[in-house]
């Protein structure tokens, strides 16, 4: 399926899906626009002006209009509003509650901080909204920031003909979206801050401008501030705990500039749900049980760390390949010990390492599983 449409695959009439934001152009008589309907770019700007839309939210709309369909680069479709719907994201679980939480501040624009265990698909999600919402999704890892300039630019020393030194400041990707989005106020961003209390605090105050009411950032290469454009929006993922050696603290000032939000490993009966649809070539049965140990290890209570969704995936990748598939039951313990075992601490084989207690709950699970009956293939 072609990811934009062609004008003339839209028909007057036709019902569709959009998600419309406040128009930029002030001095149109339309107050909302889309650029995706039914999740593909629409070939020209789609315009609404009925007060039940609400900006962020997905909804359905009847085109009432093409203008100028000859024109790839001048026209409009024109569409009427039908019915509000709820807030959904393709091949993601959400809590139910974390939905709505989720609904709310994308409409208010606010911040967003995800703050959950590793592997629980706080990035996923993220993309997830972006490729919903029709918005340009801009990843950085501030993971890689050392200097607080470092989440605008990168210094590159080169030599010129002559062999002297030359400076060169290398834009981020952070900042070219900032820059884009204020000149296409048509586009929206999701700037995703992921990692973003792996960078020391000192870094990360150079954001505190960008993510208050100032909405403004100083621009290094440049010497002056640069304002923040209302189709940016960021959404920042933690990894809050003892467990998590490599993280430095976010305080009251930088919390309270985020609206927080609380995930965790999504129900095992969910994850049932969503792996055989990644991974069609295994049988509901090696999926479950694959899913029934992942989560007996994630509340063991003896574990310092969760068992990411990552883990469950990883083991399902080996199972499915040619080399495994043909005898995974005999296989999946091995698999385990790499794919979960080997995320904690120690070897498997050691009984008084976070691994060796995990490869015990892994054996116990197989034993009960096994007197249970019945081939998991």
Same mark, same amino acid.
């Given at each position: 399926?072609?990811?934009?449409?062609?004008?003339?695959?839209?028909?007057?009439?036709?019902?569709?899906?959009?998600?419309?934001?406040?128009?930029?152009?002030?001095?149109?008589?339309?107050?909302? !626009?889309?650029?995706? =309907?039914?999740?593909?770019?629409?070939?020209?700007?789609?315009?609404?002006?009925?007060? *039940?839309? *609400?900006?962020?939210?997905?909804?359905?709309?009847?085109?009432?209009?093409?203008?100028?369909?000859?024109?790839?680069?001048?026209?409009?479709?024109?569409?009427?509003?039908?019915?509000?719907?709820?807030?959904?994201?393709?091949? %993601?679980?959400?809590?139910?509650?974390?939905?709505?939480?989720?609904?709310?501040?994308?409409?208010?624009?606010?911040?967003?901080?995800?703050?959950?265990?590793?592997?629980?698909?706080? &990035? %996923?999600?993220?993309?997830?909204?972006?490729?919903?919402?029709?918005?340009? /999704?801009?990843?950085?890892?501030?993971?890689?920031?050392?200097?607080? #300039?470092? /989440?605008?630019? &990168?210094?590159?020393?080169?030599?010129?003909?002559?062999?002297?030194?030359?400076?060169?400041?290398?834009?981020?990707?952070?900042?070219?979206?900032?820059?884009?989005?204020?000149?296409?106020?048509?586009?929206?961003?999701?700037?995703?801050?992921?990692? /973003?209390?792996?960078?020391?605090?000192?870094?990360?105050?150079?954001?505190?401008?960008?993510?208050?009411?100032?909405?403004? =950032?100083?621009?290094?290469?440049?010497?002056?501030?640069?304002?923040?454009?209302?189709? @940016?929006?960021?959404?920042?993922?933690?990894?809050?705990?003892?467990?998590?050696?490599?993280? /430095?603290?976010?305080?009251?000032?930088?919390?309270? *500039?985020?609206?927080? @939000?609380?995930?965790?490993?999504?129900?095992?009966?969910?994850?049932?749900?969503? =792996?055989?649809?990644?991974?069609?070539? +295994?049988?509901?049965?090696?999926?479950?049980?694959?899913?029934?140990?992942?989560?007996? +290890?994630?509340?063991?209570?003896?574990?310092?760390?969760? +068992?990411?969704?990552?883990? #469950?995936?990883?083991?399902?990748?080996?199972?499915?390949?040619?080399?495994?598939?043909?005898?995974?039951?005999?296989?999946?313990?091995?698999?385990?010990?790499?794919?979960?075992?080997? !995320?904690?601490?120690?070897?498997?084989?050691?009984?008084?390492?976070?691994?060796?207690?995990?490869?015990?709950?892994?054996?116990?699970? +197989?034993?009960?599983?096994?007197?249970?009956?019945?081939?998991?293939?």
């Amino acid at each position: 399926m072609p990811a934009k449409w062609k004008t003339e695959d839209i028909k007057i009439g036709a019902t569709m899906e959009a998600t419309f934001w406040a128009n930029p152009v002030k001095e149109s008589s339309f107050r909302y !626009r889309a650029t995706h =309907l039914d999740g593909k770019r629409a070939p020209k700007v789609v315009l609404c002006d009925d007060p *039940r839309v *609400r900006p962020g939210v997905p909804c359905m709309v009847k085109v009432k209009d093409i203008r100028k369909p000859q024109r790839d680069d001048r026209g409009a479709i024109e569409v009427e509003f039908v019915q509000a719907l709820e807030f959904k994201l393709e091949g %993601v679980y959400l809590d139910p509650i974390v939905s709505k939480k989720l609904q709310v501040l994308l409409e208010s624009g606010l911040n967003i901080l995800l703050d959950g265990p590793q592997g629980c698909g706080k &990035t %996923v999600l993220a993309q997830s909204i972006a490729e919903s919402l029709g918005m340009e /999704f801009v990843l950085f890892n501030c993971g890689a920031v050392v200097e607080a #300039t470092d /989440f605008l630019a &990168t210094i590159q020393v080169r030599a010129s003909e002559t062999g002297q030194p030359i400076t060169d400041f290398i834009k981020t990707e952070f900042l070219i979206a900032l820059e884009e989005a204020a000149e296409h106020p048509g586009r929206r961003h999701l700037v995703f801050l992921d990692e /973003f209390n792996r960078c020391q605090e000192s870094a990360r105050n150079v954001l505190m401008p960008a993510l208050d009411a100032t909405r403004r =950032l100083y621009h290094p290469i440049e010497n002056r501030f640069i304002p923040i454009t209302d189709n @940016v929006q960021f959404i920042a993922a933690v990894n809050r705990g003892s467990e998590f050696s490599g993280t /430095f603290g976010i305080d009251a000032a930088q919390l309270d *500039r985020f609206a927080p @939000v609380q995930m965790d490993y999504l129900p095992p009966d969910d994850e049932v749900k969503l =792996l055989p649809a990644r991974h069609p070539e +295994l049988s509901k049965n090696m999926v479950k049980l694959i899913v029934d140990i992942g989560d007996r +290890l994630r509340h063991t209570p003896e574990r310092g760390t969760g +068992l990411s969704v990552r883990a #469950t995936e990883e083991a399902c990748i080996y199972l499915k390949h040619p080399l495994m598939e043909s005898n995974q039951t005999q296989l999946l313990p091995e698999v385990l010990k790499s794919s979960f075992c080997g !995320r904690f601490t120690g070897r498997w084989d050691d009984v008084s390492s976070d691994a060796g207690a995990a490869w015990s709950v892994i054996q116990k699970v +197989l034993r009960e599983k096994k007197r249970g009956g019945g081939s998991e293939q």
